[in-house]
């Protein structure tokens, strides 16, 4: 899967909360269907992306003007975006 600004996204993962009828909650990762709506109360669903990693911006200047750059600073990053929780009722 690839966006047009950056790199691939690495894996989309959709997080489900939900509240059984005694009251506990659970936190389990989910497809995109609904589950087995006859024991869930209240359910919370969020989205969480990560892009392959891929380098900073000073790892390309390196190879552009021959600078030199400290052993300690990090090459690559990984950009993570989450959405807001969608809440679907009983």
Same mark, same amino acid.
């Given at each position: 899967?690839?966006? &047009?600004?950056?790199?691939?996204? =690495? ?6 909360? %939900? @509240?059984?009828?005694? $009251? =506990?909650? &659970?936190?389990? !990762? +989910?497809? !995109?269907?609904? #589950?087995?709506? $006859? /024991?869930?109360? =209240? /359910? @919370?669903?969020?989205?969480? !992306?990560?892009?392959?990693? /891929? ?6 200047? !390196?190879?552009?003007? $021959? ?5 300690? +600073?990090?090459?690559?990053?990984? =950009? &993570?975006? #989450?959405? %807001?929780?969608?809440? +679907? $009722?009983?």
């Amino acid at each position: 899967m690839k966006y &047009r600004m950056r790199g691939s996204i =690495e894996w989309v993962q959709v997080g489900k909360i %939900s @509240l059984d009828r005694a $009251g =506990e909650s &659970r936190d389990e !990762v +989910c497809d !995109v269907k609904r #589950g087995d709506a $006859g /024991t869930i109360h =209240e /359910t @919370l669903y969020d989205t969480r !992306v990560v892009e392959t990693p /891929t380098s900073y911006w000073k790892i390309h200047d !390196v190879g552009r003007y $021959g600078v030199k750059i400290l052993d300690e +600073c990090p090459r690559l990053t990984q =950009e &993570r975006v #989450g959405t %807001s929780a969608i809440w +679907c $009722g009983p």
